[in-house]
């Protein structure tokens, strides 16, 4: 499980630069956090090193703040772009 966060969390993060592909990401990002978190609790059940489950779960972190941070951009240059649509058409 740990091996399988890590992956997932960097293509979350690959994915998570392309543009449209921010679902993709997300899903992946969600998915390796889950993983992640099942595994290092697995790891340290069994007293092995936890750094594969951990690094995942730290870049499953990142991909989602990432796509949050995006939306909110996303969501500001929408709003300005037609708060200044507005005014020109009262012109």
Same mark, same amino acid.
């Given at each position: *499980? &740990?091996?399988?966060? %890590? =992956? +997932? !969390? $960097?293509?979350?993060?690959?994915?998570?630069?392309?543009?449209?592909?921010?679902?993709?990401?997300?899903? *992946? &990002?969600?998915?390796? %956090? =889950? +993983? !992640? $978190?099942?595994?290092?609790?697995?790891?340290?059940?069994?007293?092995?090193?936890?750094?594969?489950?951990?690094?995942?779960?730290?870049?499953?972190?990142?991909? $989602?703040?990432?796509?949050?941070?995006?939306?909110?951009?996303?969501?500001?240059?929408?709003?300005?772009?037609?708060?200044?649509?507005?005014?020109?058409?009262?012109?």
């Amino acid at each position: *499980m &740990a091996i399988a966060s %890590l =992956i +997932l !969390g $960097i293509l979350s993060l690959v994915f998570s630069f392309i543009p449209f592909m921010g679902f993709i990401a997300l899903a *992946m &990002a969600v998915v390796g %956090l =889950i +993983l !992640g $978190i099942m595994g290092k609790k697995e790891l340290e059940k069994e007293g092995q090193a936890t750094t594969p489950a951990t690094a995942g779960i730290v870049m499953s972190t990142i991909s $989602i703040v990432w796509y949050i941070i995006s939306w909110i951009i996303w969501i500001s240059i929408l709003s300005s772009t037609s708060s200044a649509l507005i005014n020109l058409q009262q012109l």
